[in-house]
């Protein structure tokens, strides 16, 4: 019986999951979105190009049949640009978008970035394309669904219920300059189904009918500790990013799942929020630049520190990880002393776990254990049994502190760059 697969970062987001999915997407029949809107950004190297996805699978390249079932959301004008890119590339993907998948609409970015400024110091950090105020719409039942768009009149017409309320709330609650109209809007949106009609179809039935027959890869966009109730909240995104939310997406009862979750052998993350192990220092200079820590939604330098263990071990809890993938394990070839945080003293208190009340988190104080680094160039090498021996030390450290054995070890951004770790 074949068992699905899902792909989760186990951090803050950019652990590397899309490196992943390429390179293991050839082992599966189907490779899905089933999460998270194109605030998410998953790079992929294509003939030694770098192509940044926000919406198609990243299975795009091992061009597998691609689904995108309902509990993603997505920016039509992001998906045509990546439709655009493939075809100028000569592939053209079998794509299935599930009918109930919600769109994000022009006016959704408008109070996005009129939000953010609304809340001053109490921004999120949003990359502003409008991914919370979808999927706030699609919870108060005001959203516009991929289904919207095979009836053009029912389009026309749920715009013209839904957007004079959004009009009134910019113009007059935010003060914002509003240029569009339910004709702009329309208009737009009828070319966008003109594109989008052919892969528009029901996900939720083809997984059913095919889950055990195919085998199946789903990616998680964003990660565990920016799930919307879980992550540190509120520096989270508006859905819930953990394995358990592939049933609800996909629209099947729970069954076996494959877990992999996929664990940066550093911490980084991008905008606001806490960050106990963050390395405000040359240390965390040099992640940033040897790691190439740079957002691939926003361009934002992302935020750098060492491995933080408690943040791992909490979401195994959460996701069940069946194998752990532990990615840019390259980059940290350059340093002698390698700190990994072990556990936090809370005011007098000493704690192993990731608080559950979410404020506690910003008074965490990180306990290190230092492990001595390898000081060599490891990028070449594709056998786990090659690796300098201290390197083997801090993989096998981290192994036993989560409790969970690793199985991909990744050394460069590129396909090939890839140890497959037996045991
Ligand atoms: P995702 O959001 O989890 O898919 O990750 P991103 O693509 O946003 O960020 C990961 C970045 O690290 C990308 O630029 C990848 O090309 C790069 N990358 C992935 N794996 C490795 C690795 O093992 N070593 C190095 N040096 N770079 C990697
Ligand atoms: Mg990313």
């Known amino acids: 019986m074949n068992v699905p697969t899902v792909v989760i970062g186990a951090q803050w987001g950019d652990e ?26 998953h790079t992929v190297i294509y003939k030694g190009e770098e192509c940044k996805l926000h919406v198609l699978p990243s299975g795009i390249f091992q061009k597998k049949k691609l689904i995108i079932s309902q509990g993603a959301v997505f920016d039509p004008e992001v998906l045509l640009s990546e439709l655009e890119f493939c075809n100028k590339h000569n592939i053209f993907p079998d794509l299935m978008i599930d009918y109930r998948v919600n769109l994000v609409m022009p006016y959704h970015k408008l109070m996005d970035a009129a939000n953010e400024l609304w809340k001053g110091s109490y921004a999120t950090g949003s990359v502003k394309v409008g991914i919370g105020y979808c999927y706030e719409d699609r919870n ?135 960050f106990p192990t963050e390395q405000n220092n040359k240390s965390g200079k040099t992640l940033q630049i040897v790691g190439h820590e740079i957002a691939a ?63 506690e988190f910003y008074r965490c104080k990180p306990i290190y254990q230092t492990f001595t680094g390898w000081n060599e160039d490891i990028s070449r090498v594709r056998r786990k049994e090659d690796l300098p021996k201290n390197c083997l030390i801090y993989l096998r450290a981290i192994e036993k502190m989560v409790g969970i054995p690793i199985r991909y070890i990744s050394v460069g951004p590129d396909r090939k760059s890839l140890i497959y770790a037996k045991n």
């Open 297 to 359: 939604t926003s361009g934002r330098i992302r935020r750098c520190g060492w491995l933080d263990l408690p943040i791992l071990r909490f979401a195994n809890k959460l996701n069940k990880f069946s194998s752990l993938a532990i990615t840019k394990l390259d980059v940290l070839s350059k340093f002698s002393k390698i700190p990994v945080c072990i556990g936090y003293r809370l005011g007098k208190k000493t704690i192993y776990e990731y608080p559950a009340i979410s404020h």
């Open 140 to 274: 108060n039942r005001s959203g516009i669904r991929c289904e919207d768009l095979l009836y053009p009149e029912i389009l026309k017409e749920k715009l013209e219920n839904i957007f004079p309320l959004k009009r009134a709330i910019l113009e007059k609650v935010y003060r914002v300059k509003v240029d569009l109209t339910i004709d702009k809007i329309y208009e737009r949106f009828l070319h966008h189904a003109k594109v989008l009609t052919p892969y528009i179809n029901d996900v939720s039935s083809f997984v059913s009918n095919n889950l055990h027959k195919k085998t199946m890869l789903f990616e998680g966009a964003m990660a565990t500790m920016l799930d919307g109730q879980f992550g540190t909240y509120p520096y989270t995104v508006a859905n819930n990013t953990i394995a358990s939310s592939i049933f609800s997406s996909l629209g099947i009862p729970n069954c076996p799942i494959n877990v992999i979750g996929v664990v940066k052998a550093y911490t980084t993350r991008v905008g606001g929020g806490p």
């Open 16 to 41: 590397g999951k899309g490196k992943l999915v390429d390179s293991i997407g050839s082992n599966f029949d189907i490779v899905g979105r089933f999460n998270g809107g194109n605030n998410a950004g």
